[in-house]
Nanobody
């Protein structure tokens, strides 16, 4: 199995910055893509940003120009640098990974982290 462990959430004032990290571990043959999603109270989970194995990135319109996703392939880790944070960015942020596991070469499994709370408030 594969585990995703997030860190870096917390309370920050509007205009501030936070950096989230997510490390994947386990029976990993290859991580095909990684990403961040978020879910605010009373709302559906939504995509924030993704990065492919080739390094191609995709962002939600609401975070473009403020958030940056990156990954360290050697460490199986993805990061989300969040700048100019707004109260509407308040949510639980979830890490996501599309993984090929050792011994099961023809399937891609999706894994989720446990979530980390980000609160933007003065």
């Amino acid at each position: 199995q594969v585990q995703l462990v997030e860190s870096g959430g917390g309370l920050v004032q509007p205009g501030g910055s936070l950096r989230l990290s997510c490390a994947a571990s386990g029976n990993i043959a290859r991580i095909n893509a990684m990403g961040w999603y978020r879910q605010a109270p009373g709302k559906e989970r939504e995509l924030v940003a993704t990065v492919s194995s080739a390094g191609d990135t995709n962002y939600a319109d609401s975070v473009k120009g403020r958030f940056t996703i990156s990954r360290d392939i050697a460490k199986n880790t993805v990061y989300l640098e969040m700048n100019s944070l707004k109260p509407e960015d308040t949510a639980v942020y979830y890490c996501n990974a599309a993984v090929t596991i050792v011994g099961d070469w023809y399937r891609v499994y999706t894994y989720w982290g446990q979530g980390t709370q980000v609160t933007v408030s003065s």
